[in-house]
Nanobody, 113 residues
Framework: QVQLVESGGGLVQPGGSLRLSCAAS?????MGWYRQAPGKQREFIAR???????NYADSVKGRFTISRDNAKNTIYLQLNGLKPEDTAVYYC??????????WGKGTQVTVSS
């Protein structure tokens, strides 16, 4: 059973920063982050391949940075310039190159003064 475990969420003031981590139980080619705000659908944030190719949602470009440490089967999401509208549960997502998706349980990020 593939496991994805997120950490690093919390409460931060507008303009602040957080770093989320997601540790996988095995190597997964595509890994990324999604988020879901109350009353809204889950939305794509960023993705990174095993070879470090990245792509981002327009809403977070220039503010969020995804990275990975393949030796640790871990990805990170650096969140800078946080806004109240970034408040959501952030989910780690993993997809094997031959298909098969897995999700973490999520970590709450709250941006509020």
């Amino acid at each position: 059973q593939v496991q994805l475990v997120e950490s690093g969420g919390g409460l931060v003031q507008p303009g602040g920063s957080l770093r989320l981590s997601c540790a996988a139980s095995e190597t997964i080619y595509y890994m990324g982050w999604y988020r879901q705000a109350p009353g809204k659908q889950r939305e794509f944030i960023a993705r990174i391949t095993w070879g470090d190719t990245t792509n981002y949602a327009d809403s977070v470009k220039g503010r969020f940075t995804i990275s990975r440490d393949n030796a640790k089967n871990t990805i990170y999401l650096q969140l800078n310039g946080l806004k109240p509208e970034d408040t959501a549960v952030y989910y780690c997502h993993g997809e094997f190159i031959n298909g098969g998706e897995h999700w973490g349980k999520g970590t709450q990020v709250t941006v509020s003064s």
